[in-house]
């Protein structure tokens, strides 16, 4: 649900269906709620985001490792983990419609401080506080919610229960002893992991911030407990890294150092990072130090034997770990809001986004002046071609004049827009030969030769 009086917020989400970003899931049959479906150049923008994580942070690098687990685990994982027994969420019912909210963010909205709050105090401070539901009518009392999505494996009647991975760090713990056996690193060291992840969210809202399937670009790294703040320290400060080079503005991100009683017990440190979304400042990422919690349960929940031995001193330990955990669509979401920008350009108003070159879905987008004379359609193409080799995201336009054709690619962020002309083709000496390279943010125009177009625009991109 979007609050109708989110202006930014409704026309970021016009922008994503019209010029193909993201559609709501199962449209045509109604929706299906929770759940978004990127399009073309939604796509594109999900994997530059994806990419620069997986390259700054394991390509880049020689002490984190990747992997793909399987989305489906053995139930028992998530026994181990605590997940079957506690990962749920406060539901509060509206007696009258039957619509279901979280309690807890009632009570946040309701400006009450609800850290280490139990089920029962949470109903209490309902009623006494006198929240109504936003239909205006009272709330059953709060039950707390399973968020797993439950599902049957097998084909035989007493199929097992497996469960939807609600998170993909899950796969990483059970690999640990997996990718020390088969890589020998030596501590501290990390695992990370790109993939979906799903949450039975009981109210999915904002667009894609909350939703019940989800994509998590998440790290364990494994260190000596006694290094634990030092390490901390280092992803903190990746976190900031990633920011920037996505291109997040570094005033709209902050720290949220989350309170004792709002930790799970078994963390001594955890810093949420926080986003000036428009409809206000929500999580963003997650970085927690989990002590050695989560490979303890496995190895008594699993019984294998998954000690890190020391290759010098033969001493046997379970590691501590420091979980940077990001959300794809969250990051998603802020980049296009924080690019979202309206302006007038010679006069005339228009929507663009400020992208980062680095993440736009389109980095050049390559016209003939006109798209009925053949040899400027040909030469733009030629050109097209050659970027394209060693700039594989971008586009060719004939569609309407060239105005509108730079409108059409500010409202999707493309950087650079690449004209082909008469002059291009009316050079006397090729090597001469020059097409105007037009800048999305200022709209200012340069020729340029297009024997040093590519390096040109390589320049520009980086
Ligand atoms: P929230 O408090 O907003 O529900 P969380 O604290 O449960 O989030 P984590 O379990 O720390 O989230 O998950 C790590 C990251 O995964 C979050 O920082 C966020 O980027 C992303 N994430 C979690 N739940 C969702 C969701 N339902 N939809 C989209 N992204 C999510």
Redesign the pocket.
């Known amino acids: 649900m979007v609050d109708k009086n989110n202006d930014k917020m409704e026309k970021v989400i016009s922008l994503c269906k019209r010029r193909g970003f993201v559609f709501q899931g199962s449209e045509i049959y109604g929706g299906l709620a929770g759940t978004w479906d990127y399009g073309p150049l939604g796509v594109a923008l999900k994997k530059n985001i994806e990419n620069i994580w997986w390259n700054m942070f394991v390509d880049l690098r020689s002490d984190v490792y990747g992997l793909d687990a399987a989305i489906l685990m053995n139930e028992k994982v998530w026994k181990a983990s605590g997940h079957v027994d506690s990962f749920s969420d406060p539901l509060v019912e509206d007696k009258k419609t039957k619509k279901r909210y979280r309690a807890d963010h009632l009570l946040e909205e309701a400006g009450v401080n609800i850290a280490g709050m139990t089920i029962s105090e949470m109903s209490e401070q309902i009623s006494e506080k006198g929240i109504k539901s936003p239909d205006g009518n009272e709330f059953g009392d709060v039950q707390s919610f399973k968020m797993m999505f439950e599902t049957k494996i097998g084909a035989s009647e007493d199929a097992g229960i497996t469960y939807l991975r609600p998170?993909t760090a899950g796969g990483i713990f059970v690999n640990f002893k997996n990718v020390v056996d088969a890589f020998h690193p030596k501590l501290p060291f990390g695992i990370a992991q790109i993939g979906k992840a799903f949450?039975n969210?009981i109210a999915p809202r904002d667009f894609i911030?909350?939703?019940r399937e989800?994509e998590?670009m998440e790290i364990e790294f494994f260190v000596r407990e006694e290094t634990w703040e030092e390490n901390f320290e280092h992803w903190r400060k990746n976190v900031w890294d990633y920011v920037d080079q996505i291109g997040l503005p570094r005033d709209l991100v902050h720290e949220l150092e989350v309170s004792e009683e709002d930790r799970a017990h078994y963390s001594k440190r955890t810093i949420d990072f926080e986003f000036d979304y428009p409809f206000g400042r929500?999580?963003?990422?997650?970085l927690a130090y989990r002590g050695n919690y989560d490979l303890t349960k496995h190895k008594e929940g699993s019984g294998a034997n998954i000690d890190y031995v020391d290759s010098e001193s033969g001493e046997k330990i379970l590691p501590h770990v420091i979980e940077p955990?990001?959300?794809v669509?969250?990051t998603f979401l802020a980049i296009l809001t924080s690019a979202y920008t309206e302006d007038k350009i010679d006069g005339e108003a228009r929507t663009f986004l400020k992208l980062s070159p680095k993440v736009a879905p389109i980095k050049v987008a390559v016209f003939p002046l006109l798209k009925n004379k053949p040899e400027l359609v040909a030469k733009a193409q030629e050109i097209f071609e050659m970027i394209r080799k060693e700039i594989p995201q971008i586009m060719f336009d004939t569609n309407g004049n060239v105005g509108k054709r730079y409108r059409r690619q500010d409202e999707i962020g493309t950087p650079f827009c690449v004209t082909v002309d008469f002059e291009t083709i009316e050079s006397e000496n090729p090597e001469d030969a020059e097409v105007t390279v037009r800048d999305r943010d200022t709209g200012k125009q340069e020729r340029v030769k297009i024997l040093e177009l590519l390096n040109h625009l390589k320049n520009l991109l980086n």
């Open positions: 998170e949450r969210e911030f909350r939703v989800l998590q929500k999580e963003l990422y997650g955990s990001l959300g669509g969250r």
